[in-house]
């Protein structure tokens, strides 16, 4: 292999580096605009201006708004379901769910963001409407596995259908972290640890709180 051959890997990942911070930066742009205003009310327009680019640079990356607000909305929810899976098999459903909000207490900003588009993406018309739906069925089957587990283990007394556990451990979830967003002065993960025991009971064995 000559030096020249052996540089040129170096040389090809150049563009490739510069396209993809390229990417994050239109991205973090839409992530305010879209905060802000809304997705109807955010344009690309304002995006490349925010960033002093053309609009043809920024449709270049992003062919279409409905694509950047997909790419925004999975960089904002990058907590991976897969941590919770671990934390949720080796410690129970509560440790994984209280180890979960106590990373999202660092992360206000891009959880306003999932609220507000979540709210707007009710609407059946909503570019974000397949991506919520598909997102909170992956989310409570995710719950769900882990509630029958802890059942099966002893480690929650609820007996009551594991999904629907699951459902509404999501829904309390939701409720009190807009309740958080709106006055962050309330106690979050207190607020949690309480709905945990009511929805799970007494736990038997393993450690609630990470």
Do not use: C
Not at 46 to 61: C, P, W
Not at 112 to 119: C, K, P, S
Not at 178 to 191: E, F, K, S, V
């Amino acid at each position: 292999m000559t030096e020249k051959t052996a540089a040129r890997p170096a040389t090809r990942r150049g563009p490739y580096a510069k396209s993809a911070q390229r990417r994050a930066e239109i991205v973090a742009s839409a992530t305010a605009v879209f905060a802000a205003r809304g997705y109807r009310g955010g344009s690309l327009r304002e995006i490349a201006k925010q960033l002093d680019l053309s609009l043809t640079s920024v449709v270049h990356h992003f062919p279409s708004k409905s694509a950047l607000l997909v790419a925004v909305l999975e960089n904002a929810d990058y907590a991976s379901i897969d941590s919770f899976e671990s934390d949720s098999r080796g410690k129970g459903v509560a440790y994984a769910v209280l180890r979960y909000v106590r990373r999202n207490l660092e992360r206000q900003e891009m959880l306003r963001l999932l609220a507000l588009m979540a709210a707007e993406a009710s609407a059946p018309d909503h570019p974000a409407h397949e991506w919520f739906r598909d997102r909170y069925e992956l989310v409570i089957t995710a719950f769900t596995t882990a509630v029958r587990r802890d059942q099966d283990l002893g480690r929650i007394s609820n007996r009551r259908d594991p999904e629907l556990i699951a459902a509404a451990l999501v829904a309390m979830w939701d409720g009190l972290q807009l309740q958080w967003l709106i006055d962050p002065r309330r106690d979050l993960l207190a607020g949690i640890s309480a709905g945990l025991e009511d929805l799970l009971g007494d736990p038997a064995v393993g450690d609630r709180h990470p």
